[in-house]
């Protein structure tokens, strides 16, 4: 046989090479189509718009001033009121501020009824001052031995106008003294809009707004002392029998406080605290009514304030567990809906706004209940808690990862 010529040997080198170039290609290729990072989809997150809640109309007094707000975290939230935003005489609501001065000034221990306070012939004499000028009065004589928290009480329930005097006077030696350290509580408090001229609101000149009102209650309510008292409706006291509340709202609609106050000048007044249960939570309210004509008028005007209050309270669906949020489509075709994995609500008085943003990762493939992001709810509007929620976000499904066939078609992707 002829050796083959060098044509054929070129030729042979040709395929040998070809063949080497091929088997070193498919040696790479497939690895690296087959093993190489998965693409990533990007969320798709449909759009919400804001959402609305309907407002509610208070039904405020056709007479006289209101207010009545929302006591949350610390704060009075006013809802709504009508009438005049200017200081008013508060009459006999004056003794609040009396009360929680004194209490400032002389704490009642826990468990303990507070010192001793003997009336003299002092206390007597305020006694018959106080009738000669017409005001509301309760009993005293000379050698009467009452704790600090009877004089409390009396001052409060039955608003015994004497009562305020005696116990300021026991509690900072005269009038002048007291009303100086109320002053400088009020401002401390940050209740700009209250002045007071004397320890009852017989005087005129003590007067409030309805926003410091409103704070008023909160720190009546806040006092362990005296959030006790003004909810009673009658106790009996040794030496003068039964004591009872001027308040007779008490116990209706919730109603637990806090003081009443008549006077020529500032007509019929109540300032008032209810409780009222939303979504099994208890909502402290306070409120004040002042002006009203006369005291059926003023108890109507209460309760239709107070219900009308309680009517705008709502509990909205922010968001239920399994709501599509978004989606995901992979360059292979497989997709996956983006859903809330769990239900979100929130309590809300009258108009407010809900908006929501909800951001997701990128992901190449993913089983069902991965989570993805998350959505974030804010709610502008009176609301109860922060009023931001934030809810996580998951795959409604699995996301299948691209197959062989797909890898292998599509290498540089």
């Given amino acids: 046989m002829s050796p083959a010529s060098p044509a054929v040997y070129r030729r042979r080198r040709i395929v040998v090479g070809a063949a080497l170039v091929l088997i070193a290609l498919v040696a790479t290729y497939f690895p690296v189509a ?7 989809a990007s969320a798709s997150v449909t759009d919400a718009p804001p959402t609305v809640t309907p407002a509610t109309a208070l039904t405020t007094p056709g007479a006289g001033t209101s207010a009545i707000g929302l006591v949350t975290d610390g704060s009075a939230q006013t809802l709504g009121g009508s009438g005049s935003t200017d200081p008013l005489p508060i009459a006999s609501i004056t003794k609040t501020i ?3 001065v004194v ?3 002389k704490p009642i221990d826990e468990g303990s009824d507070g010192p001793s ?9 305020i ?7 017409n005001g509301s009065w309760a009993s005293v004589f000379p050698g009467q031995v009452l704790s600090e928290r009877e004089v409390i009480e009396i001052m409060l329930l039955e608003s015994a106008n004497n009562y305020s005097v005696t116990l300021t006077n026991w509690a900072f030696g005269d009038t002048a003294s007291y009303l100086a350290a109320a002053t400088a509580w009020l401002a401390e408090q940050g209740l700009g809009g209250t002045s007071v001229v004397d320890t009852s609101g017989l005087n005129p000149g003590s007067r409030s707004t309805t926003a410091d009102l409103l704070s008023l209650a909160r720190l009546v309510l806040a006092d362990p002392v005296l959030s006790g008292i003004v ?10 029998g039964t004591v009872e509340n001027t308040n007779d709202l008490l116990g209706m609609n919730g109603i637990d406080g806090v003081k009443t ?8 007044c109540l300032l008032f605290s209810a409780d009222y249960t939303v979504a099994s939570e208890t909502l402290q309210l306070v409120g004040v009514v002042l002006g009203a004509p006369e005291e059926d008028t003023l108890h ?15 509990t909205v669906p922010l968001v239920t567990a399994g709501d599509v949020i978004g989606s995901y489509t992979t360059p292979w075709g497989a997709s996956a809906d983006i859903v809330a994995e769990e239900s979100v609500e929130a309590t809300v008085w009258s108009s407010a706004t809900v908006t929501r943003s909800a951001q997701a990762g990128e992901i190449g493939s993913g089983a069902s209940g991965t989570e993805v992001g998350t959505a974030r709810y804010t709610v502008d509007g009176i609301t109860l808690g922060s009023g931001e929620y934030t809810v996580p976000l998951e795959l409604a499904s699995d996301l299948d990862g691209p197959d062989a066939g797909w890898k292998l078609a599509n290498p540089f992707r």
């Fill in 98 to 100: 009396t009360a929680l």
């Fill in 300 to 314: 109507a005007s209460v309760l239709a304030l107070l219900q009308s209050a309680e009517a705008g309270f709502q």
């Fill in 103 to 105: 209490l400032d000034a």
């Fill in 231 to 240: 909810g009673t409706a009658s106790l009996e006291l040794p030496q003068l």
């Fill in 34 to 40: 087959l093993l190489g990072p998965v693409p990533r």
């Fill in 261 to 268: 106050g008549t006077t020529d000048e500032a007509g019929f």
């Fill in 127 to 133: 006694l018959q001052a106080t009738q000669a000028e």
């Fill in 117 to 125: 306070i003997t009336m003299t012939d002092a206390d007597l004499a």
